[in-house]
Nanobody, 117 residues
Framework: QGQLVESGGGLVQAGGSLRLSCKTSGFITSVFNPATCAWYRHAPGKQRELVASITGRTTTNYVDSVKGRFTISRDNARKTVYLQMNDLQADDTAVYYC????????WGQGTQVTVSS
């Protein structure tokens, strides 16, 4: 049916790093590989925000606030998407959600990232 499971969130001090993983299942290769995948985040009191995206051809895009600090990548053999987050700041605190455009769009359940200042 197509499922996404995020992991790697947690509590980190400002300036620290985390690596989020999004393991997908239920997608055949011909459906997953060309699909754009993305990471969104939702912080309390704020609208959900697109953080980073990666196309099937591995073209990436980032919101300005994370450029130079975050890196999105994908491993099609493992059908997994990653978000490497460096130099984390308090404003990065949010629930991070993985998304794939495969099968008309699927979301993960989210993983909490908390950055203490």
């Amino acid at each position: 049916q197509g499922q996404l499971v995020e992991s790697g969130g947690g509590l980190v001090q400002a300036g620290g790093s985390l690596r989020l993983s999004c393991k997908t299942s239920g997608f055949i290769t011909s459906v997953f590989n060309p699909a754009t995948c993305a990471w969104y985040r939702h912080a309390p009191g704020k609208q959900r925000e697109l953080v980073a995206s990666i196309t099937g051809r591995t073209t990436t895009n980032y919101v300005d606030s994370v450029k130079g600090r975050f890196t999105i990548s994908r491993d099609n053999a493992r059908k997994t998407v990653y978000l490497q987050m460096n130099d984390l700041q308090a404003d990065d605190t949010a629930v991070y959600y993985c998304y794939t455009g495969a099968r008309d769009g699927r979301w993960g359940q989210g993983t909490q990232v908390t950055v203490s200042s």
